[in-house]
């Protein structure tokens, strides 16, 4: 199976990307782990990536686009995964639709966290990563309504949305997760 989970800063993707990924045997790629463990060793990618993500932007299209090519080429992934993270804005989304389809799958779901801001911003602030202070975080959020909405517009269109309230325990989020999943065939 090939996923994608949606949801602002806060929203509760890690999680259930770890739940769903050990419940599926597939492996996760959390594009914000990876970006943050290439920005503190220094690769290439962390130095392309580091004045975005200190700020709360997002990286460039061209440096993620590339990435993730580079990343589902390895033989880990052949049988599924679950992108956390990723795609998060329109282009990417249709870059990844393209890059899939080049490899002979597709993607079979878009899950959305649906989380209200505020509770957003308060999860996020009882977080204590570099990128979770206020600022930042209210800019994570605006981001993520301004260019991560298209996308959930984009997967509806194609009836690959599923939207789960992420406002509830992490357990029964992601029990109605599979439920929907099951559901959907
Ligand atoms: P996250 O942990 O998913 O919230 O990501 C942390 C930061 O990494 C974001 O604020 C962005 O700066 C960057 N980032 C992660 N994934 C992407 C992506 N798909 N496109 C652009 N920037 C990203």
Redesign the pocket.
Known sequence: MRLVILGG?GAGKGTQTELLCSYLSIPCI????I?REAIASQTNLGRL?EP??EK????RDET?IEFIRQRLLLPDVTKGWLLD?????AF?AEELDFLVDEFGQKVDWAIYLNVPDAVLMSRSLGRSRA?DQPQIVQR?IDLFRDRTIPILEYYEHRQKLLTVSGNQPPDQIHQEILKKLMANG
């Open positions: 800063p959390s594009t914000g782990d970006l990536a975005y993500v709360g932007d997002l990286v993620m993270g990723y795609p998060r804005t990417q990128d994570r």
